[in-house]
């Protein structure tokens, strides 16, 4: 059954960095896009950025472009989310999801439990 | 790119229909036949609901439905179950490799 697990998450100060993992099983990750949304906490859903099957495209929210980087490893099948120079306005549960369909974001059939990162000193 | 407009609150009574709308613009939901529907339960990951303005996903009940006129989408719960009772978000593609949500609807069953 596909199964993602996404690890990471931690309190971290305002500038700081953290990388976020996603472990994929249960399908061919390295035939399909990957996502990540984020949830603030008792806010709505923010899609946050996409990777291709392959690696070679990606693309990003405004809110985060030029601090965040979207990777994957197909080898190990893993989804990484590289956050720099955080702030405050980054705390958020951090899903990643399986990202099917015609384009991205088409539609998410499988999503992990989320980790949370708290941005705060 | 602005967020998708929903309804902040929405309420039906157990066994009626509610719908829900998703308003974006000619750029978007007007645009694109990539609008999606979540359920979120409270400290649970989204679930997908319907994908392509109306399409159902193997193991959703057809009590959920999804339909778009102009920038508008709609999802349409029939016969109202207590479990209904949670919050619903709305997504379209936006172009240029982008995605964009709804705010969210929280959905009250009566």
């Known amino acids: 059954q596909v199964e993602l697990v996404e690890s990471g998450g931690t309190l971290v100060k305002p500038g700081g960095s953290l990388r976020l993992s996603c472990a994929a099983s249960?399908?061919?990750?390295?035939?399909?896009?990957m996502s990540w949304i984020r949830q603030a906490p008792g806010k709505g859903l923010e899609w946050v950025s996409f990777i291709s099957s392959g690696g070679d495209a990606s693309n990003y929210a405004d809110s985060v472009k030029g601090r965040f980087s979207i990777s994957r490893d197909n080898a190990k099948k893993s989804l990484f989310l590289q956050m720099n120079s955080l702030r405050a306005e980054d705390t958020a549960i951090y899903y990643c999801a399986r990202d099917r369909g015609a384009v991205v974001g088409d539609y998410f059939d499988y999503w992990g439990q989320g980790t949370l990162v708290t941005v705060s000193s | 790119q602005s967020a998708l407009t929903q309804p902040p609150s929405a309420s039906g009574s157990l066994g009626q229909s509610v719908t829900i709308s998703c308003t974006g613009t000619s750029s978007d939901v007007g645009t694109y036949n990539y609008v999606s529907w979540y359920q979120q339960h409270p400290g649970r990951a989204p679930k997908l609901l319907i994908y392509e303005v109306s399409k159902r996903p193997s193991g959703v009940p057809d009590r959920f439905s999804g339909s778009k006129s102009g920038n508008t989408a709609s999802l349409t719960v029939s016969g109202l179950q207590a479990d209904d009772e949670t919050d619903y978000y709305c997504t379209s593609y936006v172009g240029n490799n982008r995605v964009v949500f709804g705010g969210g609807t929280k959905l009250t069953v009566l």
């Open positions: 249960g399908f061919v990750f390295s035939d399909v896009y």
